[in-house]
């Protein structure tokens, strides 16, 4: 059984930092992409973020670029996602999943596997 676990949410100021966490369990995710998503009150689900598994090539959002670094550790089969220079705009609950390597890392129908979110809430 595939998991998902996000974890590293809060209430923060703007301009701090925040570092997420996604541990993955259940399958061998050598293959396949990690994404973070968000979703803010009364919005779509976007892209933020996504690596991948095999080399840790990166993908970003534009809104998040230079300000946010996205990596994964093998040994603990965990992803991060490191955001800086936080901004009210970022509140939002965000979300880690999975998609096959190949897959549009952009589009969230690609990814085969969630996590139940994890919620930043980023204070002006």
């Known amino acids: 059984q595939v998991q998902l676990v996000e974890s590293g949410g809060g209430l923060v100021q703007a301009g701090d930092s925040l570092r997420l966490s996604c541990a993955a369990s259940g399958r061998t995710f050598r293959n396949y992409v990690m994404g973070w998503f968000r979703q803010g009150p009364g919005k779509e689900r976007e892209f933020v973020a996504a690596v991948r598994w095999s080399d840790g090539f990166t993908y970003y959002a534009d809104s998040v670029k230079g300000r946010s670094t996205i990596y994964r550790d093998n040994a603990k089969n965990t992803a991060y996602l490191q955001m800086n220079s936080l901004k009210p705009e970022d509140t939002a609950v965000y979300y880690c999943?999975?998609?096959?390597?190949?897959?549009?890392?952009?589009?969230?129908?690609?990814?085969?596997?969630w996590g139940q979110g994890t919620q930043v809430t980023v204070s002006s």
């Open positions: 999943a999975a998609a096959r390597y190949g897959a549009s890392v952009y589009y969230r129908g690609s990814y085969d596997y």
